[in-house]
């Protein structure tokens, strides 16, 4: 299973909004709604932010989007803050009975 | 809240064993599927494997199929992973990670625990 493609790095100004774009297969983004998308700051554990395509788990805050469109999925954030500055993965489960990450994307805050 | 606390890592040569823990707590563990993700120094997530909470049903990525067992004692609230014939590229930070019921995400994370294979 290839690893799913995401930008290298991304960057936006506090206040703007941006969005990391993930792409897949019909095996797997294009084959579910199984999308999910996670934060990491350096030298910390990752941290579920999105989960089916859409999905905030509670306490995650509503700058933070996600959508699906054939086998492409986004991540967008709003209201860019200095404590979104993270690495950001996304994930899918595949019609394999497995999950596939994307290479992750870096996000810096002007 | 959600705790897991990985242990067992460290360093040690290639085609060497170990083998991972991953203690779990405030929910309940026997209903909850598992998994193991790593990440290599530097590198981005990679699914391991996962396992179902009754221990019947386990599932590997190709990379470490054959060579890595995963299991999970419910009684005492435990996940493990059997790493057998290590690789270097074996080498990073193993996560222990909890699925969320009713949809294959990973809704809690452990600290990681680091793996160094070397000669």
């Known amino acids: 299973q290839s690893a799913l493609t995401q930008p290298a790095s991304v960057s936006g100004s506090p206040g703007q909004s941006i969005t990391i774009s993930c792409t897949g297969t019909s095996s797997d983004i294009g084959g579910n709604n199984y999308v999910s998308w996670y934060q990491q700051h350096p030298g910390k554990a990752p941290k579920l932010m999105i989960y089916d395509v859409n999905n905030r788990p509670s306490g995650v805050s509503n700058r933070f989007s996600g959508s699906k469109s054939g086998n492409t999925a986004s991540l967008t954030i709003s209201g860019l803050q200095a404590e979104d500055e993270a690495d950001y993965y996304c994930?899918?489960?595949?019609?394999?009975?497995?999950?596939?990450f994307g290479g992750g994307t870096k996000l810096t805050v002007l | 809240e959600v705790q897991l606390v990985e242990s067992g890592g460290g360093l040690l040569q290639p085609g060497g064993s170990l083998r991972l823990s991953c203690a779990a707590s405030e929910f309940t563990f026997s209903s909850s599927a598992m998994s193991w993700v790593r990440q290599a120094p530097g590198k981005g997530l990679e699914w391991v494997s996962a396992?179902?909470?009754?221990?019947?049903?386990?599932y590997y990525a190709d990379s470490v199929k054959g060579r890595f067992t995963i299991s999970r004692d419910n009684s005492k609230n435990a996940l493990f992973l059997q790493m057998n014939s290590l690789r270097a590229e074996d080498t990073a930070v193993y996560y222990c990670?909890?699925?969320?019921?009713?949809?294959?995400?990973?809704?809690?994370w452990g600290q990681g625990i680091l793996v160094t294979v070397s000669s």
């Open positions: 396992i179902r909470g009754t221990g019947v049903s386990t």
């Open positions: 990670a909890k699925i969320r019921g009713g949809s294959p995400t990973f809704d809690y």
């Open positions: 994930s899918s489960y595949t019609n394999s009975r497995s999950w596939v």
